[in-house]
C-alpha cells in the first residue's frame, strides 16, 4: 500500500470516528441531515424563488410498486432522531441556516447554495441511495423513471403529523416551433425561458403511502404543461405525456417528528439512447444535468454501479466534462453482484489510483435492501444490520478490509455531512457579501420612494414649496446653481455681439483703386520722397472711374435683404448661416455713399446733406435685428423651459407616479407660457419703436461720432496712404519704413500734407452719425431685452408662482391633496415587494452572521474537525 494515501485514509477515519464517537451499531445508519438549497447556473434557474429541485434518476414515476407497505418498511435508512446526531450540534446548524437561505426566497441575490445533487447513469442505483442517505422513499422500476428535477426537502416538525407539500416549479414554457439553440447554450431546444418562475400547488399528502402514486401524478403535470395540473390528481397516473422529459421541476417539502433537515437535488439518470429514438431528448438531458454540474457551489455525488466499468459510465464523463471532479464524491452500488476478477480494480478504486475523485479517499460502498427485501417488510434498522452482515464478509473484511471506513450508509451519510458543512463554512463570507451588496441596492431603491403622508395638506404645501425654492435658487442663481445663469447671460452676450456683426461697413479704400503690378526691368529707382502723384484738379471721382482703362474694379451691387423664414405655426425663426448673415450686412463703398448723399440732397447750399439719407442708412442697418432678437429670445425659452423641467423633475422625483407630479408639471408650463407670450410681445414691440425711426437724447452722442467720425477719417487716410505708397513701389520706388513710431508720425503727417484733398471726406463724415447711433441703439435694444425678461419674466415666474402652484393644486383642501398623493399600484405593488426582499434579506443577514461565529474551528467531538 502506498504511504501517502494510507495516511489520507486515516485522517477521513478518523473524523468518521469523531463523527460518530460514543455511537451505538444503530447509530451507523442514520440518514444524513442537509440543510440546502437545490443549486442553480446561469439563467436556468434565474427566476426560481428559491427551491430548484432536479429529478430523481432512477426513482420510477410510471411503473408498478408495492403501494402496501408503509413507509418504514420501504426505506433503508436508521432512526430520524438518530440521524440528527450523525452530525453534530455546529453542523445541524449551519446546514439548517442554508436551509432558511433557502425558504427566504431570494435566489436573485443568492442563485445557488451550497448543496449536493446526485448524479449517474440509468439503473445504476441511484434511487436506493437516495432513500438511504435522505430517508425518501421513492418507486422504483426498470428503465428511465425521473424524466424532470425533483428537490426533496425535509424538516423536523415538532408535531406527530407527517405532511408532504408538493409544488410545481414551472421556469420554461414547451415551444416545439422556438429556434434550436447551440450545445453550449444556457436554454433548452425546444424550451423558452420564462421571465419569472411560476409556481403551482399540486398536492398535499399526510398519508405516507399516498406519496408514490402522487410523485407519479406530478411528474405526468410536468411534462403535460398545457393541460391543468389538477387534471392529473385523478386518472390514470401511466397516461401519456407531451414531452419526453422538462426542466421543471416537482418540488417535495417535507415535515415530520425526527426528520433531518435536508434539500437535495436529484437528476435524471444519464442515459446515451432514448428507447423511442429521440435523440434531442438525449442532448437535452446531458445538458440538463451538466447545467447543474457547473455550479461551483454545487457537490456532487455520482453512483456507479460497482460491476459495471467506470470509464464506461455517461455520468462520470459528464462530471469530468464539468471539471466537477474536485467536488465529487462517488459512491459503489451493488457490490453483491462484484465478482472476484473485479477485487484487484475495486482496490485501485478505492485506493485512488483509478478514477480519482477529489482525493484519494473519495469513493465508498454501500448496500442496499433488494425488492424482495423491501417486500418482505425488512425495517430500516433490519436493513442496516443487513448491510453491516454484507460488509463483515469476503472480500470486504479481508484483502479489502483497509478500506473498512467507507462501507456503508452510515459512513456515506458522515461523509456528505463533512463535506456540506466545510463547504457551507468557505462561502459564507461570499454570501453574507452578496446579500449585503444587494441590501444597499434595495435600500437605495426603498428610499427613491416619498414617504406615506400624515397629513395631506400639508405634504402637498410642502413639496409645493421644496419645488419653488428650488426654482428660485436657478433664477437668482444662488450658491451652486448658478448654471441657468451663466447660460442666460451668455444668450443675452451673443445677442449683443450678434447685433455688433452686422454694423454698417464702410469700405474706405478709394473706389475703382486696383494694386499696381511691380515693374522689376526698370531702371527709374525715382526718390521715394519726391514720387507723390497726383491727381489733374479737374478729376472727378466719376471721371476717375471712367478715366480707369478698364483695371479699376466694378462696382458690387449691393446685396439684396434676406428674411429668417419662420416655420408655420411655431413661432420659432430658422437659424441662419455666417455666409447667410454676412449677406444680410450692408455694406457701403465710398462711391455709393458719395451716390447717396449726393442725389439725397434737397438743399440749394453746398456741404449740406439731407438727414433722411442717414435715417435711411440706419433703418437698413436695422433689417436682421428682428430675426436676431427672435432666435436669441427662442433659445431663453428653450433654456429656461429645460431649466424648469428639470428642477421639477428633480424636486418631484419621488412623486413620478401620483397626480401631484403632473399636477404640478401643467400648472408651472401653464404659468411660464401666460407670461413669456406677454413678455415676448413687450419686447417685439420695444424692437419696432427702435426701428420706428433713430432718436435719441443721449447727450453723449455727439461725443460718440466724433469718435466715429475721427477713426474713419484716420482710417480712410492710412487707406490713401497706402494706396500712394503702392503706386510708387509698382514704379520701382524704395520705401522707406520708419524706424521709431515718432518718426512714423512725421512720415504720416507728411504725407497727409502732400495727399490731395479727399474727394470722400465730406461724405465719410455725414455716415459717422449712422454708425454712431447704430452702437447706441444695439446696446440699447440688448438692455431693453434683458430688463425686460428680468422683470416680465424671471422676477414674476420667482414672485409668483408659489400662489400659482397652492391655486392649480387647492392646497388647503385635504380631500383633493390626498387625491394628488396616491402612488400608482404597480409602484406601490413595487414598493411593498421590495420592502419583503429587504426584510428577508436581513433575516439572511443576521443568519450569516450568526454564521460566521460557527465557521470558526470547533473542538474535539465535532464531525468537521480533522
Not at 425535509?154 to 420554461?172: G, M, V
Not at 411528474?219 to 414531452?243: C, M, R, Y
Not at 435683404?561 to 455666409?579: D, I, L, N, Q
Not at 497727409?752 to 454708425?771: H, Q
Amino acid at each position: 500500500m502506498k504511504q501517502e494515501p494510507m495516511s489520507e485514509h486515516r485522517d477521513l477515519t478518523s473524523t468518521v470516528s469523531l463523527a460518530m464517537h460514543h455511537s451505538t451499531p444503530d447509530r451507523l445508519s442514520r440518514p444524513l441531515t442537509i440543510s440546502s438549497r437545490a443549486t442553480s447556473v446561469q439563467n436556468f434557474h434565474a427566476a426560481s424563488s428559491g427551491d430548484t429541485t432536479v429529478a430523481d434518476g432512477d426513482v420510477d414515476m410510471n411503473g408498478t410498486s408495492n403501494m402496501n407497505g408503509d413507509r418504514e418498511i420501504k426505506t433503508a435508512a436508521a432512526d430520524p432522531e438518530d440521524a440528527m446526531q450523525v452530525l453534530g450540534q455546529d453542523s445541524r446548524q449551519l446546514i439548517r441556516a442554508v436551509q432558511k437561505l433557502k425558504e427566504l426566497n431570494i435566489d436573485a441575490t443568492l442563485p445557488s447554495l451550497p448543496t449536493f445533487v446526485v448524479v449517474g447513469d440509468q439503473s445504476a442505483g441511484k434511487s436506493s441511495i437516495i432513500e438511504a442517505v435522505c430517508d425518501i422513499s421513492v418507486p422504483r422500476d426498470q428503465g428511465t423513471c425521473t424524466r424532470c428535477p425533483f428537490q426533496i426537502t425535509t424538516s423536523s416538525a415538532p408535531q406527530d403529523e407527517w405532511i408532504c407539500r408538493i409544488t410545481l416549479h414551472n421556469t420554461h414554457a414547451y415551444n416545439p416551433a422556438s429556434a434550436r439553440v447551440g450545445k453550449n447554450a444556457p436554454d433548452y431546444d425546444r424550451w423558452t425561458k420564462q421571465q419569472k418562475m411560476e409556481v403551482l400547488d399540486f398536492a398535499v399528502v399526510r398519508d405516507k403511502n399516498d406519496l408514490q402514486d402522487l410523485l407519479r401524478r406530478a411528474q405526468l403535470a410536468i411534462l403535460n404543461s398545457h393541460q391543468p395540473p389538477q387534471d392529473f390528481l385523478h386518472g390514470d397516473p401511466h397516461a401519456n405525456t407531451k414531452v419526453g422529459f422538462s426542466p421543471n421541476t416537482v418540488s417535495l417539502q417535507i415535515e415530520g417528528p425526527g426528520l433531518p433537515d435536508l434539500s437535495f437535488v436529484d437528476l435524471p439518470g444519464a442515459i446515451n439512447v432514448h428507447e423511442d429514438g429521440e435523440d434531442y431528448l438525449v442532448a437535452f438531458v446531458e445538458k440538463l444535468i451538466k447545467t447543474y454540474l457547473r455550479d461551483p457551489k454545487t457537490l456532487v455525488l455520482l453512483a456507479c454501479s460497482a460491476d459495471q466499468d467506470v470509464e464506461n459510465s455517461t455520468a462520470f464523463r459528464y462530471v469530468s466534462q464539468c471539471k466537477a471532479l474536485p467536488r465529487c464524491l462517488g459512491v459503489l452500488t451493488k457490490p453483491d453482484l462484484v465478482g472476484p476478477s473485479r477485487h484487484g480494480l475495486l482496490q485501485r478504486i478505492l485506493r485512488g489510483d483509478a478514477f480519482k475523485l477529489r482525493d484519494h479517499h473519495a469513493w465508498f460502498v454501500t448496500k442496499q435492501l433488494t425488492q424482495e427485501d423491501l417486500d418482505a417488510g425488512a425495517t430500516r434498522r433490519e436493513a442496516r444490520d443487513l448491510e453491516d452482515r454484507f460488509f463483515a464478509g469476503e472480500p470486504w473484511a479481508t484483502i479489502l478490509t483497509h478500506y473498512s471506513p467507507r462501507f456503508g450508509t452510515a459512513k456515506l451519510q458522515a461523509a456528505i455531512s463533512f463535506e456540506l458543512s466545510a463547504h457551507i463554512r468557505r462561502e459564507i463570507p461570499d454570501l453574507a457579501a452578496r446579500v449585503q451588496a444587494r441590501i444597499d441596492i434595495v435600500s437605495t431603491e426603498l428610499e427613491g420612494f416619498p414617504e406615506l403622508a400624515k397629513s395631506a395638506s400639508h405634504t402637498v404645501t410642502m413639496e409645493s414649496l421644496a419645488l419653488l425654492q428650488a426654482i428660485q435658487g436657478h433664477l437668482r442663481g444662488d450658491g451652486l446653481n448658478n448654471g441657468f445663469r451663466n447660460d442666460y447671460r451668455t444668450l443675452l452676450y451673443a445677442l449683443r455681439n450678434e447685433l455688433k456683426s452686422r454694423r454698417l461697413v464702410v469700405k474706405l479704400s478709394t473706389p475703382g483703386y486696383v494694386m499696381q503690378s511691380i515693374c522689376l526691368e526698370s531702371d527709374d529707382e525715382g526718390d521715394a520722397d519726391d514720387a507723390t502723384p497726383m491727381q489733374s484738379p479737374d478729376e472727378t471721382p466719376s471721371k476717375k472711374r471712367k478715366a480707369n482703362d478698364g483695371g479699376r474694379a466694378g462696382r458690387t451691387p449691393q446685396a439684396t435683404k434676406t428674411f429668417a423664414s419662420r416655420t408655420p405655426g411655431s413661432g420659432r425663426v430658422e437659424k441662419r448661416t455666417k455666409a447667410v448673415v454676412e449677406q444680410e450686412k450692408l455694406v457701403l463703398d465710398l462711391d455709393w455713399l458719395s451716390e447717396m448723399y449726393t442725389s439725397g440732397s434737397i438743399y440749394g447750399l453746398p456741404g449740406q446733406f439731407n438727414p433722411k439719407v442717414t435715417e435711411d442708412i440706419i433703418a437698413r442697418s436695422q433689417v436682421g435685428w428682428e430675426a436676431v432678437v427672435r432666435e436669441t429670445l427662442d433659445s431663453i425659452r428653450d433654456l429656461l423651459m429645460k431649466m424648469l423641467v428639470q428642477v421639477h423633475g428633480g424636486s418631484l422625483a419621488n412623486r413620478r407616479r401620483t397626480l401631484l407630479y403632473g399636477e404640478s408639471a401643467e400648472a408651472i408650463e401653464a404659468y411660464f407660457t401666460t407670461l413669456w407670450d406677454q413678455g415676448h410681445e413687450r419686447i417685439l414691440q420695444s424692437l419696432a419703436c427702435e426701428k420706428h425711426k433713430p432718436i435719441t437724447y443721449n447727450t453723449s452722442m455727439g461725443t460718440r461720432v466724433d469718435e466715429v467720425k475721427n477713426k474713419l477719417r484716420y482710417d480712410r487716410l492710412s487707406a490713401r496712404i497706402s494706396e500712394h505708397n503702392d503706386s510708387l513701389e509698382s514704379k520701382g520706388a524704395k520705401i522707406k519704413n520708419p524706424a521709431t513710431e515718432a518718426d512714423r508720425l512725421k512720415q504720416r503727417a507728411d504725407l497727409e500734407s502732400k495727399l490731395k484733398t479727399d474727394e470722400y471726406g465730406r461724405f465719410i463724415g455725414a455716415v459717422a452719425s449712422a454708425l454712431a447711433y447704430y452702437d447706441v441703439a444695439s446696446d440699447h435694444l440688448v438692455d431693453t431685452v434683458a430688463k425686460q425678461l428680468e422683470c416680465s419674466l424671471l422676477f414674476a415666474i420667482d414672485q409668483g408662482l408659489d400662489e400659482t402652484l397652492r391655486t392649480a393644486l387647492r392646497a388647503t383642501d385635504e380631500g383633493y391633496c390626498a387625491h394628488l398623493l396616491e402612488q400608482d399600484t404597480a409602484v406601490e405593488a413595487h414598493r411593498a415587494r421590495l420592502q419583503g426582499e429587504k426584510g428577508r434579506l436581513n433575516a439572511a443577514l443576521q443568519e450569516l452572521n450568526g454564521l460566521r461565529q460557527m465557521a470558526r474551528p470547533q473542538g474535539r467531538g465535532s464531525s468537521v474537525q480533522m
